[in-house]
């Protein structure tokens, strides 16, 4: 089970910290990702990590405000989003894909979270 939270509204140019925990699983065993989806658009990949954490890998367009970490004694995976945009504005999933060494992208989405909703002022 995933559940996500730390959404809300910022202004344009804020940061958020989203966090997703997981229960059921030992997360070092599962590829951990967000993903998100803007009203009346398609889910878009955002962002995912290795099972160790060693590893990560981003959306193109998201490189460089976004940073994606693990805490897995904590069953814990993070997004921290900086310099954010309006166009930002989403509801952000979190996603497992079971076995630590699984593709970062695209990833199957094996399990997901309920969401939790973003939304940024202009």
């Known amino acids: 089970q995933l559940q996500a939270s730390g959404g809300g509204l910022v202004q344009a140019g804020g940061s958020l910290r989203l966090s997703c925990v997981a229960s059921?699983?030992?997360?070092?065993?599962?590829?951990m990702g967000w993903f998100r989806q803007a009203p009346g658009k398609e889910r878009e990949f955002v962002a995912s990590?290795?099972?160790?954490?060693?590893?990560?890998y981003y959306a193109d367009s998201l490189k460089g405000r976004i940073t994606i970490s693990r805490d897995n004694p904590k069953n814990t995976v993070y997004l921290q989003m900086n310099r954010l945009k309006p166009e930002d504005t989403a509801i952000y999933y979190c996603?497992?894909?079971?076995?630590?060494?699984?593709?970062?992208?695209?990833?199957?989405?094996?399990?997901w979270g309920q969401g939790t909703l973003v939304t940024v002022s202009s």
């Open positions: 059921g699983g030992t997360l070092t065993n599962y590829v």
């Open positions: 990590t290795s099972g160790s954490g060693a590893s990560t």
């Open positions: 996603t497992a894909d079971a076995g630590r060494y699984s593709n970062l992208f695209p990833l199957r989405g094996d399990y």
